[in-house]
C-alpha cells in the first residue's frame, strides 16, 4: 500500500495567517491526490482533488499543488471557521486508496 | 441535491456480520463509483472499498477476504457486509459517492457509528 504522511499533525494559526500543510507519498502518485475538511462531528468535505483542483463552492483562500511524493495545501488567510482536521488521499494505484493521518487545525 | 444516508445496526456482536445501507436521494446511482470510509474513534480516515454502478468492486487488501460491497440500482442503494467482526471494527462508518477519474468523494453520508460489542 502506498503510505501517506501529513506534517504537522497539529497547528495552532491566528486568523489572516497563511497555513500550511504538506502530504508525502511513499511513491510517485503523480497528482492523484485529493484533499479534505472535516470538522468535529461532521463527514469530511471535499476540498481540492487531483492535487490542484478547488472543488465547486470551496472558497479560493484553499488552494492545492504538487505532484510525484510531495505535495501542499495552503489557506492564504485563515478564518475562524476553518477549523477542523485536514486529511489528503491518494488515488494511484487503488485499491486501496489511502489517507494520510491527519492534521489538526487551531486558532490562537 | 444530492444526498446520502446510512443505515443499519448500531450495536453488533463480535464474530457476527455488520452490515449496512447506503441510499441516495436527489441523483441516481448510475455512472458513479460508491464507497465505503470508515473512522475508529479519535482515529483518521480508512479506505473501506468501492463499487461501480456497474458492479465491479474494489476492496482494501487488508478487509479483502471479510468484505462484500453490493448495489442496488432499482432502489438507488449500495451496501455494505463485513463478517467476522472484532471490536477493531467499531467505527464510524461513511458512504460515498465518488467521481472516476480522478477519483474523489464530493458527496458523503452523515456517518453512522457501529459499536461491535456482547
Known amino acids: 500500500d502506498i503510505q501517506m504522511t501529513q506534517s504537522p499533525s497539529s497547528l495552532s494559526a491566528s486568523v489572516g495567517d497563511r497555513v500550511t500543510i504538506i502530504c508525502q507519498a511513499s511513491?510517485?502518485?503523480?497528482?492523484?491526490l485529493n484533499w479534505y475538511q472535516q470538522k468535529p462531528g461532521k463527514a469530511p468535505k471535499l476540498l481540492i482533488y487531483d492535487a490542484s483542483n478547488l472543488e465547486t463552492g470551496v472558497p479560493s483562500r484553499f488552494s492545492g499543488s504538487g505532484s510525484g511524493t510531495d505535495f501542499t495545501f495552503t489557506i492564504t488567510s485563515l478564518q475562524p471557521e476553518d477549523i477542523g482536521t485536514y486529511y489528503c488521499q491518494q488515488f494511484d494505484n487503488l485499491p486501496p486508496s489511502t489517507f494520510g493521518q491527519g492534521t489538526r487545525l487551531e486558532i490562537k | 441535491q444530492v444526498q446520502l444516508q446510512e443505515s443499519g445496526p448500531g450495536l453488533v456482536k463480535p464474530s457476527e456480520t455488520l452490515s449496512l445501507t447506503c441510499t441516495v436521494s436527489g441523483g441516481s446511482i448510475s455512472s458513479y463509483y460508491w464507497s465505503w470510509i470508515r473512522q475508529s474513534p479519535g482515529k483518521g480516515l480508512e479506505w473501506i472499498g468501492s463499487?461501480?454502478?456497474?458492479?465491479?468492486?474494489d476492496y482494501s487488501p487488508s478487509l479483502k477476504s471479510r468484505v462484500t460491497i453490493s448495489v442496488d440500482t432499482s432502489k438507488n442503494q449500495f451496501s455494505l457486509r463485513l463478517t467476522s467482526v472484532t471490536a477493531a471494527d467499531t467505527a464510524m462508518y461513511y458512504c460515498a459517492r465518488g467521481k472516476w477519474r480522478p477519483y474523489y468523494l464530493d458527496y458523503w453520508g452523515q456517518g453512522t457509528l457501529v459499536t461491535v460489542s456482547s
Open positions: 511513491q510517485d502518485i503523480s497528482s492523484f
Open positions: 463499487i461501480f454502478y456497474s458492479g465491479s468492486t
